[in-house]
T-cell receptor, first 116, second 115 residues
Framework: AQKITQTQPGMFVQEKEAVTLDCTYD???????LFWYKQPSSGEMIFLIY??????QNATEGRYSLNFQKARKSANLVISASQLGDSAMYFC?????????????FGSGTRLLVRP | DVKVTQSSRYLVKRTGEKVFLECVQD?????MFWYRQDPGLGLRLIYF???????EKGDIPEGYSVSREKKERFSLILESASTNQTSMYLC??????????????FGQGTRLTVV
């Protein structure tokens, strides 16, 4: 069964506008964490933001924030004030359990294109 | 800065060849991963190693094996390469050390073509 689902294969956003990239997950473990990564056309994977299941507040890192809705099992990435350099693939990933050595499972990704 | 280095950026191999993809990290990370990335499928976990000589199957281990004899090196082996193993292969490592929120660091990827 798909554990991480990203339903938007591709999205467009106008420069300087905000955009939300969707991520839903499936787990029965009460302890888990969600990661977002960015992959520009160069191919490198860049870590953006992390949200733990027990974190009381939504994570934020600069222009990135995570809209974490535990009951809905969603962890959407919000990018504010989009820039041309935000054009890339974005991946949501999940870890399960409290063990510090864990598998990291990824979704299928969303390709974001920022229009000037 | 953490560095994860994959031995080749591009590789072309023939069907039936035994192929070795090497990955080295320089930060003494316990955990290392091999993924393959295909359009529309995202990153799929092939194998995972949580420490030296330790390995665990991921979601798509068939046709692959791994070796982790030293902490810094994690090798992916295609025993008999087939055309359906043509893909981008990504290696990653992360520090565990009791922490659950540390991110994984990735190599630049190896684009393997099997002809």
């Amino acid at each position: 069964a798909q554990k991480i689902t990203q339903t938007q294969p591709g999205m467009f956003v106008q420069e300087k506008e905000a955009v939300t990239l969707d991520c839903t997950y499936d787990t029965s473990d009460p302890s888990y964490g969600l990661f977002w990564y960015k992959q520009p056309s160069s191919g490198e994977m860049i870590f953006l933001i992390y949200q733990g299941s027990y974190d009381q507040q939504n994570a934020t890192e600069g222009r990135y924030s995570l809209n974490f809705q535990k009951a809905r099992k969603s962890a959407n990435l919000v990018i504010s004030a989009s820039q041309l350099g935000d054009s890339a693939m974005y991946f949501c990933a999940m870890r399960e359990g409290m063990d510090s050595s864990y598998k990291l499972i990824f979704g299928s990704g969303t390709r974001l294109l920022v229009r000037p | 800065d953490v560095k994860v280095t994959q031995s080749s950026r591009y590789l072309v191999k023939r069907t039936g060849e035994k192929v070795f993809l090497e990955c080295v990290q320089d930060m003494d990370h316990e955990n290392m991963f091999w993924y393959r990335q295909d359009p529309g499928l995202g990153l799929r976990l092939i194998y995972f190693s949580y420490d030296v000589k330790m390995k665990e199957k991921g979601d798509i281990p068939e046709g692959y094996s791994v070796s982790r004899e030293k902490k810094e090196r994690f090798s992916l082996i295609l025993e008999s390469a087939s055309t359906n193993q043509t893909s981008m292969y990504l290696c990653a490592s992360r520090y565990s050390g009791g922490a659950v929120n540390t991110e994984a660091f990735f190599g630049q990827g190896t684009r393997l073509t099997v002809v």
